[in-house]
């Protein structure tokens, strides 16, 4: 009876192990949060690459929680709203960050 209630203790304890080992925090995502972010990763790229007047193959796309960050070098500010606006008509964006910058120009634009 002792062993088969110690082994219902330490099998236990792995599962809620294993349970919060998947567990979001505030700079890591759960498992969950990241299948999420990476389909919105997908779709903003998707999207940036049929908006015409973006080089999209300039544009790195991060997320994360739904905050999309923009980095990169464009040729024009023109460029880069149209890169943000696009990608904030996107299911599941949040919010935007542009980090990037007209080419021949320092920081962000």
């Known amino acids: 009876m002792k062993s088969s209630n110690r082994f219902s203790a330490i099998l236990a304890m792995t599962a809620l192990l294993a349970v919060a080992g998947c567990a979001a925090t505030a700079t ?13 990763t997908t779709k903003v790229k998707s999207v940036l690459l049929g908006t015409h007047g973006v080089d999209s193959t300039e544009i790195t796309v991060e997320t994360f929680k739904g905050v999309v960050k923009l980095s990169g070098f464009l040729e024009s500010k023109e460029m880069i709203d149209t890169a943000v606006n696009a990608a904030e008509t996107v299911d599941g964006v949040k919010s935007v960050t542009n980090d990037m910058t007209v080419k021949g120009q320092q920081g962000p634009r």
């Open 28 to 40: 890591r995502e759960g498992t969950g949060g990241y299948v999420d972010d990476s389909a919105v």
